[in-house]
T-cell receptor, first 115, second 113 residues
Framework: GESVGLHLPTLSVQEGDNSIINCAYS??????FIWYKQESGKGPQFIID?????DKRQGQRVTVLLNKTVKHLSLQIAATQPGDSAVYFC??????????????FGQGTELSVKP | ETGVTQTPRHLVMGMTNKKSLKCEQH?????MYWYKQSAKKPLELMFV???????ENNSVPSRFSPECPNSSHLFLHLHTLQPEDSALYLC????????????FGPGTRLLVL
């Protein structure tokens, strides 16, 4: 069955370094992927998304890379700051966009930024 | 803030109580969702409403009863819950249920004793 999972449950980085959070997916039909950030005591916050017709998309200090060949998604955070400390979730849709569907969430990676 | 609010933020209830969770979105969206978030587990979709009509019930026990009186409000009525129902309950909204970008509220932390 479909699943979305993360390679590492925790990631610790030094302030100012770049962070890379990885995600694997198994559903070849997925054509939409999204990253969320969840800080302690808050709901998930949208960070960035990408459709399967793209390999890379950049936002403010964040970049999402999609490798459809190996079904791998990554979130890169440049110059990581203490405020980036949170749990990061990836999610994919379980059916293509034009067939509706719902988001399937990964377990999450906890990012800890050391000052 | 995401434009999605939830009340209460924290709730403690006994197994025989009846309570309701409320969600309101100020984004003009047409789809609303309830998710359950348990420790160390991925988000679990519970219900989906699109234009006030329920379009998804993800095999949720009947002790959870959703209500969507209009596109801006969503309720989750709780009765005779079990301790394993203790979790963070998140509400989300999107433009419609075929637009995948969902915006979440802060959640209600529920403890069932």
């Amino acid at each position: 069955g479909e699943s979305v999972g993360l390679h590492l449950p925790t990631l610790s980085v030094q302030e100012g370094d770049n962070s890379i959070i990885n995600c694997a997916y198994s559903n070849s039909a997925s054509d939409y992927f999204i990253w969320y950030k969840q800080e302690s005591g808050k709901g998930p916050q949208f960070i960035i998304d990408i459709r399967s017709n793209m390999d890379k998309r950049q936002g403010q200090r964040v970049t999402v890379l999609l490798n459809k060949t190996v079904k791998h998604l990554s979130l890169q955070i440049a110059a990581t700051q203490p405020g980036d400390s949170a749990v990061y979730f990836c999610a994919e849709n379980d059916r293509p966009y034009n067939q509706g569907g719902k988001l399937i969430f990964g377990q999450g990676t906890e990012l800890s930024v050391k000052p | 803030e995401t434009g999605v609010t939830q009340t209460p933020r924290h709730l403690v209830m006994g197994m025989t109580n009846k309570k309701s969770l409320k969600c309101e979105q100020h984004l003009g969206h047409n789809a609303m969702y309830w998710y359950k978030q348990s420790a160390k587990k991925p988000l679990e979709l519970m219900f989906v409403y699109n234009f006030k009509e329920q379009t998804e019930n993800n095999s949720v026990p009947s002790r959870f009863s959703p209500e969507c009186p209009n596109s801006s409000h969503l309720f989750l009525h709780l009765h005779t819950l079990q301790p394993e129902d203790s979790a963070l309950y998140l509400c989300a909204s999107s433009q419609d249920s075929y637009q995948e970008t969902q915006y979440f509220g802060p959640g209600t932390r529920l403890l069932v004793l």
